[in-house]
């Protein structure tokens, strides 16, 4: 079974950069999508990018591109979202999310969460 594990949330000031990173067990990255999804309170959960190290593919929500990237540490078994010139906005609970499969680069690219079989406990980004 694949576990994930978020660390690096943190309160920052505007224009401040975060690294967040997941730890996965269970998952070679080679024949799944990999996702960042965030979700504010009262607000629905929304896709951040996804990352499908098989195809070399990535993509990232139009409000954060230009300023999340998504990389895979392969050998640390560690995915991370670098985050800069954060926002308000961007203050929300960072979710880790894994596909069982790699499907499409349709899921990929609508980073619909239902889609999503693995979740992480998530990790607090505030920023003001």
């Known amino acids: 079974d694949v576990q994930l594990v978020e660390s690096g949330g943190d309160s920052v000031q505007t224009g401040e950069s975060l690294r967040l990173a997941c730890v996965s067990t269970?998952?070679?990255?080679?024949?799944?999508?990999m996702a960042w999804f965030r979700q504010a309170p009262g607000k629905e959960r929304e896709g951040v990018g996804t990352?499908?190290?098989?195809?070399?593919?990535?993509f990232i929500v139009d409000s954060a591109k230009g300023r999340f990237a998504i990389s895979l540490d392969k050998d640390k078994n560690t995915l991370h979202l670098q985050m800069m010139d954060l926002k308000p906005d961007d203050t929300a609970t960072y979710y880790c999310?894994?596909?069982?499969?790699?499907?499409?680069?349709?899921?990929?690219?609508?980073?619909?969460?239902?889609?999503?079989?693995?979740w992480g406990q998530g990790t607090q980004v505030t920023v003001s």
């Open positions: 999310a894994a596909t069982r499969y790699y499907i499409s680069d349709a899921v990929c690219a609508r980073m619909y969460h239902p889609e999503f079989d693995y």
């Open positions: 269970g998952n070679n990255y080679n024949n799944n999508i």
């Open positions: 990352f499908y190290s098989g195809g070399d593919r990535t």
